[in-house]
Each structure stands twice: as structure tokens, then as C-alpha cells.
């Protein structure tokens, strides 16, 4: 699927040569500003972990980030592997599994619950400029679906232990997943009770800020590379933007590799005015920076990670 997206259709909208030359075009105000929004967003997804885990560093958390960052987008299917990943080196910071289990569910439910809504605002304000493509009301209606089924699943599952108890009993009922399922979906469900009651606002406040500056990235890129406001307006951007994220939610190649890439150019290419090959050029710098970037950067987090967690040889007994 990947190959597909970048022999062919990634170039239909516009060679890789004119985008290149797009590139190559940036000047130097705009370069300190794609440097400064890039490196906040490498970081903030950090800033999140620690908020929904209290004690835990802010280097162990980018470690951790970086690591399973580089996993997602290199291995099909990783997002498994990248919470088993998460779950060994949280253990190796002291973190308990009963933490780290409430963090990847808390984490992961709050950014799911921001990527569905993006959409329903995006679109109200598009609405305001401009009519909206009927493909850009349907996946905003789609992601308002979706964002009230997980709402819904979530007060259910947290209102009372019915809900978690039933959950239980049938994944017990799964040999190979262990056992006492009941017990641990009950500890889960009041943990995660009382972290979102004491730190939903920190949790809200870091998880919007990081599709925040996502959405500040792209827009960065866009004019960096000369694209205007008067041909792609910030509520175009964001409309392209979600719908970019939507398409992702499913994982068909890993990182959304390919996929985000068509799907983002074309979005853009749908809600504006803007030349192609501009489009293009900023897609990719948009995804070199939040796909490619945190490969090795990643990779030399896991390395130092495990140097550090090596041990080291034993020590010789006394003798005599």
C-alpha cells in the first residue's frame, strides 16, 4: 500500500522534482520556525504521560515516547509491541504495571476522544467561510459517531462494576489470557476513576495542546513553502488536518505510512486553491518531521535505554 501511495499516487497530484523545488525555496525565518514548533511536538506527547502518571521524569517519558514512536512506524502492527515496549520501560523507571495499565488506557481513550471531535470543529468552522465538501461532512459525522460511542463506553464502564465485571467473566473465559480478569478490570476501572478526577484538566489541557501543535506543524509547513492563507485558510488546514487523522485511525501500513500522505495531500487539495506541488512539498516535510524524525531519534533511545538496563558482570565472591 505504501509503495502504491508513493509511486503513483502521490505523484499524480504533483512530481516529486516541483515539490522538491518547493523545498529548496524555504528561507530562513520560516526553517527557525518549522525547528522550534517541530521540537515542541516531539516533545508534548512527554508532557502528557507525565501528567496521567504523577513521579514519572520527563526524560523517562520521552525516552519511552521516542522508543515506541520509532516502533509504530517501522514495524506492521506495532502498536502492540509499542505498549509492550511502553509497559518494560516504565517497570525499568519503577512505575507498577497497575500504573502503566491506567496510563496507556487513560492516554490512549483522551487522544482517541480528541482525534474523533477534531472533525465536528473543524468542519462548524469551515462552514463559516466557506460550503464544505459533502466527503468532509460525512467524516465529521463519522467521527462525532464514534467520539459518542467512546463517551458512552466510557461512563458506562466507569459509572458502576457491572459493566467491567461482565468484561471480565468473558475474557476469563479466553485461556490464554490468563486469569482473574474481574479483579483487574475492577482495579483498572478505580484507578482510572481517580486519575481523571484529579488530573482530567492536566490531562485535557496537554492532550489538545499536542494535536494543537500537530495542527500548528502542518500549518508551518504549508507556509514555509509559500502556500498563503488566502489559497489554504486555517480553517481549511484544519479541516484537511482531521480528516488526515481520521483516515489513519485504522492501522494499514505502520505509521500510517502512504496512507496519511495521500490522504492528508488530497484533503488539502480538496478545501483550497493551492498549487500542488506546494501541497506536496509541505505534506512530506509535515511527515518527515512527525513520521521520519522520531525513527532514529527513537532508536537512539532504545539503545541508551538498553546499556542502561544491561546488567552489568557479577561480582566475584570472597575468597579464603
Avoid at 523545488?21 to 508532557?47: E, F, H, M, W, Y
Avoid at 532514529?296 to 570472597?318: E, N, Y
Wanted: net charge positive; charged share 15%.
Amino acid at each position: 500500500m505504501a509503495v502504491a501511495a508513493f509511486a503513483w499516487a502521490l505523484p499524480a497530484f504533483a512530481s516529486y522534482r516541483e515539490a522538491w523545488d518547493q523545498l529548496t525555496r524555504v528561507k530562513a525565518a520560516p526553517a527557525i520556525a518549522l525547528l522550534v514548533v517541530g521540537v515542541a511536538n516531539i516533545l508534548s506527547p512527554s508532557a502528557n504521560q507525565c501528567a496521567a502518571l504523577p513521579g514519572l521524569r520527563f526524560r523517562d517519558a520521552v525516552a519511552a515516547d521516542w522508543t515506541t514512536s520509532a516502533i509504530t512506524n517501522t514495524i506492521p502492527g506495532g502498536s502492540a509491541l509499542a505498549i509492550a515496549t511502553t509497559w518494560r520501560m516504565y517497570r525499568s523507571y519503577g512505575i507498577t504495571a497497575r500504573d502503566t495499565a491506567r496510563c496507556v488506557v487513560v492516554t490512549g481513550v483522551w487522544d482517541m476522544i480528541v482525534k474523533l471531535g477534531t472533525p465536528l470543529v473543524a468542519v462548524a468552522w469551515l462552514s463559516v467561510e466557506r460550503p464544505v465538501d459533502a466527503g468532509l461532512i460525512q467524516a465529521a459525522l463519522v467521527g462525532t459517531a464514534l467520539f459518542a460511542v467512546l463517551v458512552v463506553l466510557g461512563v458506562v464502564v466507569l459509572a458502576g462494576p457491572g459493566a467491567a465485571d461482565r468484561l471480565g467473566r468473558a475474557l476469563d473465559r479466553v485461556r490464554w489470557l490468563g486469569s482473574r480478569w474481574p479483579e483487574r478490570l475492577h482495579e483498572l476501572r478505580v484507578d482510572t476513576a481517580w486519575l481523571l478526577r484529579t488530573r482530567w484538566r492536566s490531562l485535557t489541557v496537554w492532550t489538545v495542546a499536542g494535536h494543537a501543535n500537530l495542527y500548528l506543524l502542518l500549518v508551518v509547513c504549508l507556509r514555509a513553502v509559500g502556500v498563503t492563507s488566502a489559497e489554504l485558510s486555517l480553517a481549511a488546514v484544519l479541516a484537511a488536518f482531521a480528516f488526515g487523522r481520521l483516515v489513519t485511525a485504522l492501522p494499514l501500513s505502520p505509521g500510517g505510512l502512504g496512507v496519511m500522505e495521500v490522504g492528508l495531500t488530497g484533503a488539502l487539495a480538496a478545501v483550497g486553491d493551492a498549487d500542488p506541488a506546494s501541497v506536496v512539498a509541505a505534506v512530506l516535510l509535515f511527515r518527515f518531521l512527525t513520521f521520519a524524525l522520531p525513527i532514529p531519534l527513537g532508536a537512539i533511545c532504545w539503545l541508551a535505554w538498553t546499556a542502561r538496563s544491561r546488567p552489568g558482570p557479577a561480582r566475584a565472591g570472597p575468597t579464603g
